[in-house]
């Protein structure tokens, strides 16, 4: 357990860790008030086994954390669903009409749930979600708010083109603006420039980015099974996952932030995206790799946040984010995971590192003087049978066998082109010294892409200046390690290949050899 210091929170005794003292007095006032607003609409929280403090700063910042021995399958507090805030429990939706609603097209994507919190915010205390809003953070260390110097040391990282600042700003422009000026009754023309601003719509972009839930319509047909009939994931990403003996969730479309991307810029679903929620409780609750000691289920009239093993007293209480790879935790979140790695040394297992489609098909070109219109050609098949354009290398350095199919593809002689597409099947992914050698060009020219080696890295972690500097290093060494990692055994595979081949020639050399010799004795 961090060491803390203790404040007095109303009448009990909380912690808060050193780094974050300047914190206590915020703390003292705010945490109070929302436990009592959370209460007074229903809400319940188990106060002889959870508290809300301040952590150190590496273990999450405020959380929540065990009064006492807490058992698996104990109920930790309750949340209404009705003051789960989402586009299906705001009344902004009917007071705007749904028609109209649909018209502007505010039911795809985040839109309308970022129009929804400004609107119950500019509402101020005579919004239900007043006392919500008084916790929920202003400022974030996530890249979307990032300086451009900043920015320049996820080089190299996937993190910068997932940003999506620019396609969330068009989304502002063309259906917030729209929907806001036509509305002047429900969102006062004074409040455009503050209320209803780009950058406020950045701050609830990011609120539901890093707090939302995916909380599924009740279905009639569904039982009530124990503590809860589903499962409540964070940040989504997740899976619905339903306790043992459980019947299955509703079979309408599911989402979660992880499809919606609005703030991450991938491409929306296009659906109704009411399942999306904010759940105030909830979301204090702060999540690290492997260390899940609780989840959010699911019932008819009010959500359960469960222990789902024992939790020793002192120890927080850990949400789930699906153990993401930190790009994706300092992309949504603003911090990353570093904890003791298997095979010695800290880190995040669950890091990933991307290699593009396009990388491959320019290094086999070079190599093998390969046309323009052959690999376009030949890559379009790959993609329309569905084979991936990005690649992902994980922490177990294993060689994606995808990799090698699709290098071997681009490779092939045209007759064996025109078999492959006969049989709609892409070539084994067999890893000779051909495949091979592509792979590891790839893979210097991936880590290139860096704007630093691991050694140098290593160095700058030791004495980072600010946060964001010491997060980008974190998020691109252990891309960088795992790219090492997988250039290395390539490599040990390059040359056991060498090594066969030679052993092989040796050997095919011999007898030839031995049979001239008696031609020429017998001759002789």
């Known amino acids: 357990m961090p060491t803390i210091n203790k404040i007095l929170v109303g009448s009990r005794v909380v912690g808060v860790g050193r780094e974050d003292a300047r914190l206590a007095l915020g703390m003292a006032t705010v945490v109070p ?8 609409h229903q809400g319940t929280i188990d106060t002889s086994s959870v508290d ?19 058992p698996e399958g104990h109920v930790l507090f309750t949340i209404p669903r009705d003051l789960t805030l989402s586009t299906r429990t705001s009344s902004l939706p009917l007071r705007f009409g749904m028609g109209a609603w649909k018209n502007a097209k505010l039911h795809e994507g985040w839109a309308g749930l970022i129009l929804c919190m400004m609107w119950e915010a500019a509402q101020g205390s005579s919004s239900k979600w007043s006392g919500y809003f008084d916790i929920l953070p202003t400022s974030f260390d996530t890249p979307m708010f990032w300086t451009e110097e900043e920015l320049a040391e996820l080089r190299g990282t996937s993190v910068v083109e997932k940003i999506g600042r620019a396609d969330a700003e068009k989304d ?17 023309p004074r409040d455009i420039h503050t209320r209803y601003s780009v950058e406020m719509y950045h701050v609830m972009g990011s609120r539901i980015l890093s707090r939302s839930f995916n909380v599924e319509k009740w279905a009639p047909d569904e039982e009530e099974v124990g503590d809860g009939a589903g499962d409540v994931s964070m940040g989504s990403g997740m899976d619905v996952d339903l306790p043992d003996g ?54 008819e009239n009010y959500l359960k946040m469960i222990s789902t093993r024992p939790i020793k007293g002192g120890e927080q209480i850990w949400n789930t984010y699906g153990d993401l ?18 095979n010695g040394g800290q880190g995040n297992p669950g890091d990933v590192a991307e290699i593009r489609a396009d990388l491959i098909v320019s290094v086999a070109a070079e190599q093998h003087s390969l046309s323009t219109d052959d690999t376009h050609e030949r890559i379009d ?46 070539p084994k992914p067999k890893m000779d010294a051909v495949a091979l050698t592509v792979l590891h060009e ?61 052993r092989k020639t040796t050997h095919e050399d011999r007898p030839a050899a031995a049979s001239t010799l008696k031609k020429s004795k017998r001759q002789a």
């Open 172 to 188: 502002y422009k063309e259906k917030l603006i729209p929907a806001i000026n036509s509305r002047p009754e429900l969102f006062l």
């Open 325 to 342: 790879p930190n790009a994706e935790l300092l992309r949504r979140y603003g911090h990353v995971d570093v904890i003791q790695l298997p």
């Open 246 to 299: 459980a019947p299955a969730p509703p079979t309408h479309s599911s989402h979660g932030t992880d499809d919606l991307e609005h703030e991450g810029g991938e491409e929306e679903e296009q659906e109704d995206s009411s399942d999306i929620a904010m759940v105030p409780m909830a979301d204090i609750l702060n999540a690290r790799y492997g260390s899940e000691n609780a989840k959010l289920f699911y019932e």
């Open 442 to 502: 790839v893979l210097q020219r991936r880590l290139k892409e860096y704007p630093t080696s691991i050694q140098d890295d290593e160095q700058l972690l030791m004495t980072a200046p600010s946060l964001n500097l010491r997060h980008a290093i974190i998020v691109r060494l252990g891309e960088k390690k795992i790219l090492d990692g997988i250039l290395t055994k390539t490599a040990a595979a390059l040359a056991m290949e060498s090594n066969t081949k030679k």
């Open 381 to 426: 098949w790959w993609l329309e049978e569905g084979g991936d354009d990005v690649f992902d290398l994980y922490f177990d350095l294993e060689i994606p066998p995808s990799i090698i199919s699709v290098i071997r593809l681009l490779l092939l002689p045209d007759e064996e082109w025109e078999k492959i597409k006969e049989k709609a099947k892409p």
């Open 52 to 70: 809300v403090i301040n952590f150190l700063p590496s273990e999450g910042g405020r959380g929540a954390v065990a009064v006492k021995d807490i």
């Open 33 to 40: 008030e929302f436990l009592d607003w959370f209460q007074a």
